[in-house]
């Protein structure tokens, strides 16, 4: 089954940097768009960054400029530097298979994500 394991959340300074990872496993990684997601508390998930299978990148507003999205595709895993943190950025991260028709889901169920919180 499809399953989607992230890490690298942590406690950091507003300023900070974090590097969040993803491995994917149970479907074909390499040929599908890729999504990294957060949900705050209190509200709606929504998507941060995506990433082509040829490495085309697209960021929502809200981290152009300070995350940087990539992949490994013989890894099976997506990444997500994250730089010149804020505490609006504090949410549960995830990833998943970019769903075009709503970019604000993914097409498969979530795993646990990894949280970020930023906060002095």
């Known amino acids: 089954q499809v399953q989607f394991v992230e890490s690298g959340g942590d406690l950091v300074q507003p300023g900070g940097s974090l590097r969040l990872s993803c491995a994917a496993s149970?479907?074909?990684?390499?040929?599908?768009?890729m999504g990294w997601y957060r949900q705050a508390p209190g509200k709606q998930r929504e998507l941060v960054a995506g990433?082509?299978?040829?490495?085309?990148?697209n960021y929502a507003d809200f981290v152009k400029g300070r995350f940087t999205i990539s992949r490994d595709n013989a890894k099976n895993t997506v990444y997500l530097q994250m730089n010149s943190l804020k505490p609006e950025d504090t949410a549960v991260y995830y990833c998943?298979?970019?769903?075009?028709?709503?970019?604000?889901?993914?097409?498969?169920?979530w795993g646990k994500g990894t949280l970020v919180s930023v906060s002095s």
């Open positions: 990433i082509t299978n040829r490495g085309t990148t």
């Open positions: 149970g479907f074909i990684f390499r040929i599908y768009t």
């Open positions: 998943n298979r970019f769903y075009e028709s709503d970019p604000s889901k993914g097409v498969y169920s």
